[in-house]
């Protein structure tokens, strides 16, 4: 099991992903977010083959499908912090934290 909690930073809407593998690396999702556009990715984001998401070129993944057409903000985080929730409850990869820091001149 994986879980990561996202602050996304300005739109406050953070989120929460519960990733679960079998032994087939099926990966079951549970996502949970006060944001319109991730709840509808949840909805249809529920079950994944880690081999297959991560064996897939970016815009192929069902996650960037989905959230594409969810009309999820570009710049949003949340679609790589589900494949990140996937590759690590698949065993696939380590758990280990994720930052992005952003400051203007």
């Given at each position: 099991m994986a879980i990561v909690e996202v602050v996304p930073g300005v739109c406050k809407f953070n989120?929460?992903?519960v990733s679960v593998a079998d032994e087939l690396f099926n990966v079951t999702l549970e996502i949970t977010s006060d944001c319109a556009h991730i709840r509808q990715i949840a909805e249809r984001l529920t079950q994944v083959s880690a081999l297959e998401e991560l064996g897939s070129a970016i815009t192929d993944t069902a996650t960037y499908r989905i959230a594409a057409s969810c009309r999820t903000h570009a710049a949003c985080p949340v679609p790589a912090a589900i494949l990140k929730a996937?590759?690590?409850a698949a065993g696939m990869a380590l758990p280990a934290d994720v930052h992005i820091s952003i400051c203007r001149d």
């Open positions: 989120a929460r992903i996937i590759e690590v």
